[in-house]
C-alpha cells in the first residue's frame, strides 16, 4: 500500500520485539573534496542494500563554488522531506491509510553571516516543511493530519532538528 513495503516493516517491527538490538543500525558517509578546478567541490559514494550512487555537491558561487551540484543544505533539506515523506507514508500504510499523491517541500531562510565569520546569529532560521496529498477514497483531512503527526513524532530527520544531538570531530593528517 503506498508504495511502502508493509510486510518488510511488520517482520522488522517483529524482529525488534524479540531482540532490541536490532533496531540500532550505524550509517556511514565518507567523501572527498575535489580540487579539479571547474568541477564540483565534493563526492561520496554511498551505499545501500541494493547497490549505490555517487553524489556531488558544490557551494553555491557567492560561498566559493561555481554551482555545479546541489549544496549541503539542499541535502540537508532533501534528506529531511525525504525522511518525513517516508515516515509518513509509512505510517499511512501501517494503518491503512490510502493516499493517492504526496508532495512534500521543505525549505529554509539562511542567514549566512555567522558562515561568513561576520556574527555569531544563528545561520539557519528555521525550516518549513509543506504537505499537499491527493487522499485516497475514505480518508479524511483530519485522518491526514493526524497520521502527519504521528510521522512529525517518528521521522528521525525532524529529530535532528529538534533535539540537541551530541556529535564529535576527529581530525587526522597524515
Known amino acids: ?15 525488534v520485539e524479540q531482540n532490541p ?8 558517509v565518507t567523501g572527498n573534496w575535489s580540487f579539479k578546478e571547474g568541477g564540483h567541490q565534493y563526492e561520496a ?12 555537491s558544490d557551494q553555491a558561487p557567492f560561498m566559493g563554488g ?11 533539506l532533501f534528506g529531511i522531506s ?14 491503512g491509510v490510502g493516499i493517492k499523491r504526496l508532495k512534500v517541500t521543505a525549505k529554509n531562510q539562511l542567514d ?6 561576520l556574527s555569531d546569529r544563528p545561520i ?11 487522499l485516497g477514497k475514505g480518508v479524511s483531512i483530519d485522518e491526514i493530519k493526524r ?11 525532524i529529530e535532528c532538528m529538534r533535539r540537541e544531538i551530541p556529535y564529535t570531530v576527529e581530525v587526522k593528517a597524515g
Open 82 to 95: 525525504a525522511c518525513y515523506a517516508g515516515t509518513l507514508m509509512a505510517v499511512a500504510a501501517m494503518e
Open 112 to 117: 549566512l553571516r555567522k558562515a561568513l565569520g
Open 45 to 56: 559514494t554511498v551505499e545501500y542494500p541494493n547497490g549505490s550512487a555517487t553524489l556531488r
Open 147 to 157: 497520521v502527519a503527526k504521528v510521522a512529525e513524532d517518528r521521522c528521525p530527520g
Open 1 to 15: 500500500m503506498n508504495n511502502v513495503n508493509v510486510d518488510g516493516i511488520r517482520a522488522f517491527v517483529k524482529e
Open 124 to 134: 539557519i532560521q528555521g525550516v518549513t516543511l509543506s504537505v499537499e496529498a491527493e
Open 21 to 28: 538490538q536490532a533496531a540500532w543500525k550505524e550509517k556511514v
Open 66 to 76: 561555481r554551482g555545479q551540484a546541489p549544496d549541503p543544505v539542499q541535502y540537508c
